[in-house]
């Protein structure tokens, strides 16, 4: 595990300062790509779908700062992604 965190901290401070031509830093760019490609999928504006994951992820990090441990924050992620298949389930349905 210690290897793991070790390299994951290089990683970290390997790339957190890099920016692209627009200024925008990698996860972002990721964040934009992924709302593009959702708002193609479901036919809904691209800013109201960037609203809710960025909702989303201020909501998952609120809640995983409280939480101590990696194990913790990855059960809350995946009971998150159970939670929210379920719901669109149900909402297909009808």
């Not at 300062?17 to 972002?28: D, I, M, Q, W």
């Not at 479901?42 to 700062?65: G, M, N, Q």
Request: charged fraction near 35%.
């Amino acid at each position: 595990m210690r290897a793991v965190v070790r390299r994951l901290l290089v990683l970290e401070e390997r790339h957190s300062a890099e920016r692209n031509k627009l200024g925008l830093t990698p996860a972002e760019v990721g964040r934009e790509r992924i709302c593009r490609w959702r708002a193609a999928e479901t036919s809904r504006p691209y800013e109201e779908v960037l609203r809710e994951h960025i909702a989303k992820s201020d909501a998952f990090w609120k809640i995983t700062t409280v939480m101590g441990s990696v194990v913790d924050r990855l059960r809350y992620h995946f009971r998150r992604a159970a939670v929210d298949a379920r719901a669109q389930a149900a909402t297909s349905k009808l």
